[in-house]
């Protein structure tokens, strides 16, 4: 006869008398253990398969001890970023030995979890319970209200008229009257120079050349 049960989000098979390492489990060495979800449970006449787990079902199981698990080495690398990180780690571990398959009317019934009642409920359980607290003869009594009283607007203020004070003439100026300066006196043009005529080219004429020879 064995069984399969779940537990820290793994499955083991299990029989009586075997020893298994679990996730870590807040008992102490020597207490008593009792694995609830079990999928499955085989004997030698039928099997048991659970949707997903088997009703009326249990193992039974004792503490040996809590220990830890072989150190697991985490080695961290970015190529050409001089990025390297090594740790390790030890996983919490809790030793358990199987004593008891339950099946049937040998196991206990499961307790059901408590439903969680949804807020509307509440309310309306609520007002059941003051309702029967208070009198029948207050609630037929109705409840005094004064009439109101008719609410007066405010008339907008309406704005003043603004005075206007009549101008005062603008005081006429008294005294001698400032002498405007004369106007500066204006350069007078200077006179540009004639300008010189070329000079006119003497001419040689050929007769005195010749006449100067014969006079020789």
Do not use: W
Not at 18 to 41: A, N, Q, S, Y
Not at 46 to 74: F, H, M, S, Y
């Amino acid at each position: 006869m064995f069984a399969v049960i779940k537990t820290g989000g793994k499955q083991f098979r299990v029989q009586v008398g075997d020893i298994l390492d679990v996730e870590k489990l807040d008992l102490d060495t020597g207490k008593k253990v009792t694995f609830d979800d079990v999928l499955l449970i085989e004997d030698d006449k039928n099997t048991l398969i659970g949707t997903p787990i088997v009703e009326r079902a249990q193992v039974v199981g004792e503490v040996i001890e809590n220990l830890k698990d072989k150190k697991v080495l985490v080695f961290k690398k970015k190529r050409r970023k001089q990025y390297r990180k090594m740790t390790g780690h030890r996983q919490l571990l809790t030793r358990v030995r199987i004593e008891q398959i339950l099946s049937g009317a040998d196991a206990p019934v499961k307790k059901k979890a408590a439903e969680k009642i949804k807020p509307e409920e509440e309310l309306k359980k609520l007002e059941a319970e003051v309702a029967k607290k208070i009198p029948a003869a207050k609630k037929a009594e109705p409840m005094e209200t004064e009439p109101k009283k008719p609410v007066k607007k405010r008339e907008p203020k309406k704005a003043a008229p603004k005075k206007t004070e009549p101008k005062k003439p603008a005081p006429k100026k008294t005294g001698a009257k400032k002498e405007k300066p004369a106007p500066a006196k204006s350069a007078a043009p200077k006179k540009k120079a004639p300008a010189k005529k070329p000079a006119a080219k003497k001419v040689i004429s050929k007769d005195k050349k010749t006449t100067s020879k014969k006079e020789k």
